[in-house]
T-cell receptor, first 111, second 117 residues
C-alpha cells in the first residue's frame, strides 16, 4: 500500500526565512504534485513533477523530485505572510490519476 | 476559469436523511471522475472512482451502500450520502482527469462541505 508522508506537519516561521517541506513516498512513482489549500477552500495546483530530477520554481516556492530516493521537497525562500496555508503533496503511482495525498503541512508565516 | 464545478458548496442535513452532491465537468467530457473526502484538519482520502456508464469502484473501507455514486452522463457525477450521520460531516471534493493527453494534472472541484446535525 502506497504511503505518502510529509514533514513537518506544522511549521511556524518568521517572514523572510527559508524552509523546506519534505514529502516521502513508499512506492515507485514518476508523478508527484504539490498543492496549496487555504482554509475552507479546495486545492490550488502549485507544481507538477513528472521525472527524476525535475525542478520547478514559481515565485518563492521551488519543488524538486528525486524518484530514486522517493522524495520530493518544497522549498520556501524568504517567506511572506501570504504563503500561510496547508501544503499537500500527492502521488499518482499507478498513472490512473488516483492520487494518494500526503499528510499535509500546515504553514504559518509570522509577520 | 474553473473546469470542474460542485453543487451545493455547502449543505446541512439532519441525521438519517440523504444528501446528493453534484460534480460537473465544464466544457469537456469526463468518463472518469474521482471523489475525495477530507475531515477537518486532515488530508484528502480517495473514496471512489466514478465511471460513466458503469458501476463506481470504491476504495477499501468505503461503504458502497452508504455512498452511492452515479455517473449518468459524460459531464455529471453525483455522490449521494445515504442515512447520513454526524460522522459523515466532511469536505467532499471531486476531480476529473485532464482533457488532453499532454496534460498530467487533473482538475479539482471547489468542494462541498457537508454538516450532519
Amino acid at each position: 500500500e502506497l504511503k505518502v508522508e510529509q514533514n513537518p506537519l506544522f511549521l511556524s516561521m518568521q517572514e523572510g526565512k527559508n524552509y523546506t517541506i519534505y514529502c516521502n513516498y513508499s512506492t515507485t512513482s514518476d508523478r508527484l504534485y504539490w498543492y496549496r489549500q487555504d482554509p475552507g477552500k479546495s486545492l490550488e495546483s502549485l507544481f507538477v513533477l513528472l521525472s527524476n530530477g525535475a525542478v520547478k520554481q514559481e515565485g518563492r516556492l521551488m519543488a524538486s523530485l528525486d524518484t530514486k530516493a522517493r522524495l520530493s521537497t518544497l522549498h520556501i525562500t524568504a517567506a511572506v505572510h501570504d504563503l500561510s496555508a496547508t501544503y499537500f503533496c500527492a502521488v499518482d503511482a499507478s498513472g490512473t490519476y488516483k492520487y494518494i495525498f500526503g499528510t499535509g503541512t500546515r504553514l504559518k508565516v509570522l509577520a | 476559469g474553473a473546469v470542474v464545478s460542485q453543487h451545493p458548496s455547502w449543505v446541512i442535513c439532519k441525521s438519517g436523511t440523504s444528501v446528493k452532491i453534484e460534480c460537473r465537468s465544464l466544457d469537456f467530457q469526463a468518463t472518469t471522475m474521482f471523489w475525495y473526502r477530507q475531515f477537518p484538519k486532515q488530508s484528502l482520502m480517495l473514496m471512489a472512482t466514478s465511471n460513466e456508464g458503469s458501476k463506481a469502484t470504491y476504495e477499501q473501507g468505503v461503504e458502497k451502500d452508504k455512498f452511492l455514486i452515479n455517473h449518468a452522463s459524460l459531464t455529471l457525477s453525483t455522490l449521494t450520502v445515504t442515512s447520513a450521520h454526524p460522522e459523515d460531516s466532511s469536505f467532499y471534493i471531486c476531480s476529473a482527469p485532464p482533457r488532453t493527453l499532454f496534460s498530467y494534472e487533473q482538475y479539482f472541484g471547489p468542494g462541498t462541505r457537508l454538516t450532519v446535525t
